[in-house]
């Protein structure tokens, strides 16, 4: 047995092949497939709190996560067959200059950006109004 991988009909093994080739892994992971833009553990308490008092007043009902390449995203919906309320969104290559964090709606206006996700969330909190009898 040895550790080489089995040849299929026809191959012969060629001894000066690339297995001299010193690489360095994390180099080579970086290359081959960069990670997903994700929430952390703090950024998602934050975004669920504000989610959970939403679907209390009965204003949300579901929710997808997507973490992609270059952002992350939180959208939220009233109902799960439509277009998304709001996205929540975190893209790290934005936070030299407008912040990482931002808050868009259902047509694409952003409402609010930042480089504090709790500052930015805020948009969410109501305002309390005068009522007159």
Request: hydrophobic share 35%; no cysteine.
């Amino acid at each position: 047995m040895t550790d080489q991988p089995d040849l299929r009909h026809g191959e012969s093994r060629n001894v000066d092949s690339d297995s001299s080739v010193v690489v360095d892994l994390r180099e080579y992971k970086q290359s081959k497939d960069p990670l997903p833009v994700t929430f952390h553990r703090r950024e998602l308490d934050a975004i669920l709190w504000i989610y959970g008092r939403m679907v209390g007043e009965n204003e949300w009902r579901d929710y997808a996560i997507d973490h992609m390449i270059e952002k992350a995203v939180f959208s939220v919906f009233k109902r799960s067959g439509e277009m998304p309320l709001f996205r929540i969104e975190k893209n790290p290559k934005l936070a030299a200059k407008q912040g990482a964090y931002s808050v868009i709606n259902t047509h694409g206006t952003i409402l609010k950006r930042g480089h504090d996700l709790r500052q930015v969330l805020k948009i969410f909190d109501k305002s309390l109004k005068l009522v007159e009898k």
